[in-house]
């Protein structure tokens, strides 16, 4: 049996790599969003960041697809799994609610915004793709970081130290209150 | 090749899909969820055009983004724990002290 792939057919395979992950991605938004329970949702969020870490190594962005996965596949949505279960709320409730008014203006205004930012993407004479894409190795973006953007580097890690304690302080109010 | 429109479309339609879920549901972690596709897309446009343009800034600056977008996800849900203790509910139209 002969696999070996024609090089005609590689830009054809690449393509249809690259629609499946639109289609995985767009699913999984419109799962996170219209889902009638909220673990689907989760569900969806996760599809969809899963898709758009694909597209992320499509564009040739290593670093930045396994960020993806790291901080969002695996601590953003654990995080919100856990708030789910810590908050337990009423799902029944949530069947039962409907967008009313809102609906029907969110689905002009998001259609809209399609309408508008996809026209001119597309209109928009884009300048040829350069000739050398970057390589977009680990290696520059570590050199990078850590030359260039190392005062943001450390700034932001003090940032996240901030939210950690910050959420800690936050979520412990409620509880002092529940039980004494 | 795939053009530069696809991509920047594809976020587009990301970010529309995040605010039609931020206007139309009523659960605060929906709409959270709603918020993080809303950045999701708007790295998209980032890490696309720092591809087209050969240039390292817009994964550096999608990675920062990713970060501000990981403290903002503890304190969100931080929030959404202490507003269900105090007020056992994650609606965001049954917290209306507020209204006039």
């Given amino acids: 049996m002969n696999l070996s792939i024609s090089p005609e057919a590689v830009p054809l395979i690449r393509e249809g790599i690259f629609v499946g992950l639109i289609i995985v991605t767009v699913f999984g938004a419109l799962l ?38 790291l901080i969002y596949v695996g601590a953003v949505a654990v995080t919100i799994c856990f708030a ?18 809102a609906g029907p203006l969110a689905v002009l205004l998001g259609a809209t915004v399609t309408w508008v930012l996809a026209g001119t993407a597309i209109k928009a004479e884009w300048m040829a793709p350069a000739v050398k894409i970057n390589e977009g190795s680990v290696k520059d973006v570590g050199v990078s970081l850590l030359t260039t953007y190392s005062m943001v580097f450390e700034l932001v890690s003090i940032v996240l130290l901030i939210a950690i304690l910050g959420s800690l302080v936050i979520a412990r109010s409620g509880r002092d209150k529940a039980e004494c | ?44 446009n980032l890490v696309a055009v720092s591809h087209y343009l050969t240039d390292l800034r817009g994964q550096i600056l999608t990675f920062f983004i990713i970060a501000v977008a990981a403290a903002e996800a503890a304190i969100g849900l931080g929030i959404v724990v202490a507003l269900f203790r105090n007020k056992a509910t994650v609606y965001a139209d049954e917290i209306a002290q507020m209204k006039g």
């Fill in chain 2, 1 to 44: 090749m795939i053009p530069v429109s696809w991509y920047l479309t594809l976020a587009a339609i990301l970010f529309s899909i995040g605010v039609y879920g931020f206007l139309a549901r009523r659960n605060v972690i929906i709409m959270f969820l709603s918020i993080e596709l809303m950045l999701n897309a708007a790295n998209l």
């Fill in chain 1, 32 to 69: 996170a969003t219209l889902a009638k329970r909220m673990t689907r949702a989760v569900l969806g969020l996760v599809v969809c960041f899963l898709g758009i870490a694909g597209i992320y190594y499509f564009l040739n962005s290593p670093f930045v697809a396994l960020m993806q996965l």
């Fill in chain 1, 84 to 101: 789910i279960m810590l908050a337990e709320p009423d799902e029944r409730k949530l069947a039962a609610k409907t967008p009313g008014m």
